[in-house]
C-alpha cells in the first residue's frame, strides 16, 4: 500500500517508533463513504425538474449541510445537475459533471426491444427479466451476457463501457478495483465523502459495477426513490483492500422532513 508505506517512511525518517501505527493509519486516511442519488421529479422532455423535484432537490441540500461531501459530481444531463445545485450552493461547490453517467448512453445500452420493435429499458421487458433470473444466464455470472439469448445485443459492450468508468472514476479517489478478487486496492488518500447525482437507469448499471454484483442480478431486484440516497461505505479490511458496504440504499429522510413524502 502505497500511502501507508509513506506514513511509515515519514515515522522512521524523523525517530519516531511511536507514532507510526498501521492499522490506525489505514483505518484514518482510508475510509470513504460514496452518496449514490438519483434525480428529482423530472420532466424528460426539455429535460428539467418540475417545481416538485426543485423542492426535494432543496430538501436533499439541507441533509447534506452536515454531510458535506469533499467532491460533488453529476451526470451531465440537467435533471441531474438541477438536483446537486442547491447542495453545491449550500457548501460552495462546483459541479464536476460525468457524462459517462448520463441516462442516454445507459439507455443504448442496455435496452431490450419488446414485441412491438419498441426499445424500452431492460427491466420493463418481462421477456427479458425471465432470462436474467434463469438458473442457465446465472450459472454465467459476470459474463451473464454471454448467454446465447443476448447475442444480439450491446450489453457485453455496456458492462465494459460502465465497468471502466467506474474504475476511472474510483481511482481518482484513490481505489483501483481488483475485479478477478471482487474487491479495491488503496493507491493513494481518498477524500472522506464524495457525491454523485444520476439516474434510476444508469444507477443500477453504476452500483452493480461498483458493487462486484452482476447486472443481470442486480438490476430485477433494486429501484432509486426521486433524490432517494445510496450510501456505500468503502471498507477497509488491511493491507490496502477495501471491500464496499451499502448501508442505506435509496433513503428518503430529506423528504419526510420536509413534508415531501
Known amino acids: 500500500n502505497p500511502l501507508i ?11 519516531d517508533k511511536t507514532w507510526y501505527n498501521e492499522k490506525k493509519v489505514a483505518k484514518e486516511c482510508q475510509k470513504m463513504k460514496l452518496y449514490f442519488i438519483r434525480h428529482g421529479q423530472p420532466i424528460y422532455d426539455p429535460d428539467r425538474l418540475t417545481p416538485l423535484g426543485h423542492a426535494q ?10 454531510r458535506a461531501p469533499d467532491k460533488i459530481y453529476a451526470s451531465s444531463s440537467n435533471r441531474a445537475v438541477q438536483t446537486a445545485m442547491p447542495t453545491c450552493q449550500l457548501l460552495g461547490k462546483e459541479p464536476i459533471l460525468c457524462d459517462w453517467a ?3 448512453l445507459a439507455f443504448e445500452d442496455f435496452h431490450a ?23 442457465e444466464v446465472n450459472a454465467l455470472g459476470d459474463q451473464w451476457y454471454t448467454h446465447p ?17 467506474v474504475d ?17 486496492h488503496i493507491i493513494g488518500e481518498t477524500p472522506k465523502r464524495v457525491a454523485l447525482f444520476a439516474h434510476y437507469g444508469a444507477g443500477l448499471a453504476i452500483l452493480s459495477s461498483i458493487m462486484d454484483i452482476p447486472y443481470n442480478v442486480f438490476c430485477p431486484r433494486f429501484n432509486f426513490a426521486l433524490t ?14 477495501v471491500v464496499p458496504q ?16
Open 5 to 15: 508505506l509513506r506514513q511509515k517512511q515519514k515515522a522512521v525518517a524523523i525517530g
Open 57 to 66: 432537490a432543496e430538501a436533499l441540500s439541507k441533509w447534506f449541510l452536515h
Open 102 to 104: 448520463h441516462e442516454a
Open 113 to 135: 426491444v419488446d414485441d412491438n420493435g419498441n426499445k424500452q429499458w431492460i427491466l420493463e421487458v418481462p421477456t427479458t427479466i425471465r432470462q436474467f433470473i434463469s438458473p
Open 149 to 165: 439469448y443476448f447475442a444480439d445485443t450491446g450489453y457485453a459492450a455496456g458492462v465494459q463501457r460502465v465497468n471502466a468508468a
Open 168 to 184: 476511472a472514476f474510483l481511482e481518482e479517489q484513490g481505489l483501483r478495483h481488483d475485479r478477478e478478487n471482487h474487491c479495491y
Open 228 to 241: 432517494g440516497v445510496t450510501e456505500i461505505n468503502f471498507h477497509h479490511h488491511g493491507d490496502g483492500m
Open 246 to 261: 451499502i448501508t442505506v440504499h435509496s433513503g428518503t429522510a430529506h423528504l419526510y422532513r420536509e413534508g415531501l413524502e
